[in-house]
């Protein structure tokens, strides 16, 4: 992907915003309201976060954990492993139940909207123009529980009208799944969390009247280890152990912590942007469970606010994005056996060997699909299909395609790859 073509200046110059609001200098971590004029989508894979005690159950197989329901199966292709060692059978794990099984699969799926508070060095309140440099979610949360992630729409992969995600899932497996096969998600918004920053570790834009703002970067290991609980027993000094110590989020559920139009970058602000990423929390069992391992499924969203990128993304590409892949990989390949698949090299440059479903399409022509319902145009991202990480030809996929909803997105198979594509 395209990186931003401006870099941060430590000092930046006289700047007259938009509504005749005027200011005599910007601070040295502001950065213009257009830096993301240029940035494109970069993908980014957070391995589960959390604590063992002692022997973890990961290695006893997917079955003898704490989490949601899901399924496994396996295909066989022509590839190569991690080491280039010659491998024809892949394994992998999705959520839900089986598609040749009856009846549909729902997932609570809780929302937690995460307020940013963006501090001084010594972590005081900071103020800019008299403002208090606070960034909230508030307006988008009920456009997010609004759209096709959430509500209904007409898809050709499905007699009835249904959810993006199960669409999507519907038409992967179109040829063997039963007729009333779905997996639905069950919104609700929780108590909202707040993640504080201290001013090094995040850049931001404000908006035309001088408020907070626009958008935040915020540096992407800062980002992950104020996200989720860094000791256990889980304490409440972030986000995802606040929702989890009140019972929020469980093991059962699809989360999603929704930030108001945050993006993450690794190292260097103008290695921008990651818009979201899926992943889970690990945490140890105990008798109540069987002492088997907790894993809480969830993904940090962003809302993108129309006009910050180029290419049509916007609303809640990011969400549609991430719960595609949770839907495909909701372990994130931790153990190594499930969802590896064959390297794969993306008409996007994207390099990489594992069931990612959206990572294939970010960037591309037509990447996204947009949605008209409740008011409101949104663009959730077409994804890949199984078929094509699975190289196989012709595509048993709805009417033979390699991406979903729209098939022209995707329409020819990766050459076969080396370990990192060389």
């Not at 609001?21 to 309201?33: E, L, M, Y």
């Not at 009920?142 to 999507?168: E, G, H, K, W």
């Not at 007729?179 to 909202?192: A, E």
Request: proline fraction near 8%; hydrophobic fraction near 35%; charge should be negative.
């Amino acid at each position: 992907m395209n990186k931003p073509s401006k870099r941060l200046s430590l000092i930046l110059p006289f700047v007259c915003a938009t509504a005749f609001v005027c200011f005599a200098q910007q601070d040295g971590d502001q950065v213009p309201i257009d830096y993301l004029s240029n940035a494109g989508h970069k993908s980014l894979t957070v391995a589960p976060r959390g604590h063992r005690n002692g022997q973890g159950h990961a290695t006893h197989g997917i079955p003898d954990i704490d989490s949601l329901v899901n399924f496994n199966d396996h295909f066989t292709a022509d590839g190569v492993d991690q080491n280039g060692n010659a491998k024809h059978v892949w394994y992998y794990n999705m959520v839900g139940t089986e598609p040749q099984h009856h009846g549909t699969t729902t997932f609570n799926a809780p929302i937690v909207p995460v307020t940013l508070d963006l501090r001084n060095s010594d972590g005081s309140p900071r103020f800019v123009n008299g403002q208090p440099l606070i960034s909230s979610p508030t307006a988008f949360i009920q456009p997010t529980l609004n759209s096709p992630v959430f509500q209904d729409a007409a898809y050709s992969s499905s007699d009835i009208p249904t959810q993006i995600t199960d669409a999507i899932q519907r038409a992967e497996f179109f040829d063997s799944a039963k007729s009333d096969w779905h997996t639905l998600l069950n919104p609700s918004v929780k108590t909202g969390r707040t993640m504080v920053l201290i001013r090094g570790t995040y850049r931001f834009a404000l908006n035309g009247d001088g408020s907070c703002c626009r958008f935040v970067l915020v540096d992407a290991n800062t980002f992950i280890n104020e996200l989720f609980p860094p000791t256990f027993p889980v304490d409440n000094s972030t986000p995802v152990g606040a929702a989890e110590n009140a019972g929020d989020i469980t093991t059962r559920d699809i989360s999603t912590f929704l930030f108001p139009n945050t993006y993450l970058y690794v190292g260097n602000p103008s290695d921008c942007c990651v818009l979201g990423f899926h992943s889970y929390d690990l945490e140890p069992g105990d008798a109540s469970n069987g002492n088997l391992e907790r894993r809480y499924v969830l993904n940090y969203s962003s809302w993108i606010s129309p006009g910050l990128f180029r290419g049509g993304f916007q609303d809640v590409t990011a969400l549609s994005h991430e719960i595609a892949e949770t839907y495909n990989d909701p372990f994130v390949a931790s153990d190594g056996i499930h969802n590896i698949t064959p390297w794969w090299l993306s008409p996007n440059g994207n390099c990489q060997d594992n069931l990612e479903v959206g990572d294939v399409i970010e960037g591309l022509p037509q990447d996204v699909f947009p949605i008209t319902m409740n008011g409101m145009t949104y663009h959730p991202q077409n994804e890949a299909l199984l078929q094509w990480f699975e190289f196989e030809f012709p595509s048993s996929a709805i009417g033979g395609a390699y991406s979903y909803p729209n098939p022209r997105t995707l329409t020819a198979l990766s050459a076969p790859q080396n370990v990192n594509c060389k």
